[in-house]
């Protein structure tokens, strides 16, 4: 286990999967990847890397409580895939039965905001 403070570990994610996004866009130029790294720079600015974990598997980023790397299938998340068209679907597991839905925009729409605050709701673990 971890000797990290709990938000330290949280940061960390989110600097992580932040690297990862600026890596495809520089670098690969996949620049559909854009509303992604604009995404997390909203919910760094409410303060979510310091409550949340950040986790990238393949596009997706992964927003959960998990105090470890790697998802159990108990464990509620939101994810987040970007789309060849710069748009962001948004699915969760476990929060309640919100259906995934598009983001047209990269922010923090009501349903999004619903959706963390649920997450947020349930303890680190």
Not at 3 to 26: H, M, N, R
């Amino acid at each position: 286990m971890n000797e990290k403070p709990i938000d330290e570990i949280f940061v960390e994610s989110w600097d992580s999967a932040l690297a990862g996004y600026q890596v495809q866009i520089l670098l690969a130029k996949q620049r559909w990847f854009i509303p992604m790294d604009n995404l997390i720079h909203q919910m760094r600015l409410r303060e979510l890397d310091h409550k949340t974990r950040a986790g990238r598997s393949m596009e997706r980023l992964f927003v959960s409580r998990a105090r470890e790397y790697g998802l159990r299938d108990d464990q509620p998340f939101i994810g987040f895939c970007p789309t060849p068209d710069s748009r962001i679907e948004v699915f969760q597991h476990y929060l309640d039965d919100t259906k995934p839905f598009i983001l047209q925009t990269p922010e923090i729409t009501d349903d999004v905001d619903r959706l963390l605050q649920k997450l947020l709701e349930h303890p680190i673990d």
